[in-house]
């Protein structure tokens, strides 16, 4: 039984960090993902991880954003430096036995979520 379960959001002001958790079972030789929807948008990869460690980013967060992975590969973390308005949304973790990993990737198991606010 798959589960993910989302923790870190919170809100912060423009050039704050925060750091994202997303507590996993069953995933660690997973491709591993976070996305993000704002309202009103569409939901959008953000950054994503296969269980080699080889990651890939959106543009708007490059340089901005790190992924990684726990020792046990069953948590992901997503590490946001200098957060803007613009990263305000709703984050969401998901996994998937997918062999291609990436932010376009079709995942199939998803968490709750955790709201991150920027002002």
């Known amino acids: 039984h798959v589960q993910l379960v989302e923790s870190g959001g919170g809100s912060v002001q423009a050039g704050g960090s925060l750091r994202l958790s997303c507590a996993g079972s069953g995933v660690s030789t997973w491709c591993m993902a976070w996305f993000r929807q704002a309202p009103g948008k569409e939901r959008e990869g953000v950054a994503s991880v296969d269980n080699a460690g080889r990651t890939t980013y959106a543009d708007s967060v490059k340089g901005r954003f790190t992924v990684s992975r726990g020792n046990a590969k069953n948590t992901l973390y997503l590490e946001m430096n200098s957060l803007n308005p613009e990263d305000t949304a709703m984050y969401y973790c998901?996994?998937?036995?997918?062999?291609?990993?990436?932010?376009?990737?079709?995942?199939?198991?998803w968490g709750q979520g955790t709201q991150v606010t920027v002002s």
């Open positions: 998901a996994a998937d036995p997918a062999r291609l990993c990436a932010i376009g990737s079709s995942l199939r198991y």
